[in-house]
T-cell receptor
Framework: DAKTTQPPSMDCAEGRAANLPCNHSTISGNEYVYWYRQIHSQGPQYIIHGLKNNETNEMASLIITEDRKSSTLILPHATLRDTAVYYCIVTPDYKLSFGAGTTVTVRA | GAVVSQHPSWVICKSGTSVKIECRSLDFQATTMFWYRQFPKQSLMLMATSNEGSKATYEQGVEKDKFLINHASLTLSTLTVTSAHPEDSSFYIC????????????FGPGTRLTVT
């Protein structure tokens, strides 16, 4: 029973912003939105998380809609090394349930 | 960021033998560690959660007697796959979480297990 819905794949151009959508229409008030990514054959890497406010760190920005039913991860200047599977996860605690994610391919 | 290591990075073993995988947090104390399994072209599946000094909590469908987890210290957790069979061949990944209030989980690089 998936809690999040993400497009299976997307391409983006190197140097451009990559906007990754995630739908979580059944999110509960105490659930956080987390984003992780997994580069091929490596362990996942934490990107960012948020509860209701927009967040920004050195890797990305997270925009959460006011009703919290969807969010967008923004990679401001995509590089070839950003090619990975990106996972959007909602959870009230620290147990992460990984869905299929979005396979992002950054092209030169 | 914090570093989590796994050893070995890959292992090949014969069917029926046991294999131990270590997960270490190198520069922080991990109060909670998680073990995942990932089959080819699939997503990560949480196997169990372990807190230092207590028994692991296994996810539904994961055999606790087959996948033995020990979290004896704040920097080390081990996963032992007992009586391994070819269907246990997979990518095993651990993650660690530090002090309460820290939302980030730090993942190890994974261990590729092949059972022949």
């Amino acid at each position: 029973d998936a809690k999040t819905t993400q497009p299976p794949s997307m391409d983006c151009a190197e140097g451009r912003a990559a906007n990754l959508p995630c739908n979580h229409s059944t999110i509960s008030g105490n659930e956080y939105v987390y984003w992780y990514r997994q580069i091929h054959s490596q362990g996942p890497q934490y990107i960012i998380h948020g509860l209701k406010n927009n967040e920004t760190n050195e890797m990305a920005s997270l925009i959460i809609t006011e009703d919290r039913k969807s969010s967008t991860l923004i990679l401001p200047h995509a590089t070839l090394r950003d090619t990975a599977v990106y996972y959007c996860i909602v959870t009230p605690d620290y147990k992460l349930s990984f869905g299929a994610g979005t396979t992002v391919t950054v092209r030169a | 960021g914090a570093v989590v290591s796994q050893h070995p990075s890959w292992v090949i073993c014969k069917s029926g033998t046991s294999v131990k995988i270590e997960c270490r947090s190198l520069d922080f104390q991990a109060t909670t560690m998680f073990w995942y399994r990932q089959f080819p072209k699939q997503s990560l599946m949480l196997m169990a959660t372990s807190n230092e000094g207590s028994k692991a909590t296994y996810e539904q469908g994961v055999e606790k007697d087959k996948f033995l987890i020990n979290h004896a210290s704040l920097t080390l957790s081990t996963l032992t796959v007992t009586s391994a069979h070819p269907e246990d061949s997979s990518f095993y990944i651990c993650s660690a979480r530090g002090a309460s209030g820290n939302h980030e989980q730090y993942f190890g690089p994974g261990t590729r297990l092949t059972v022949t």
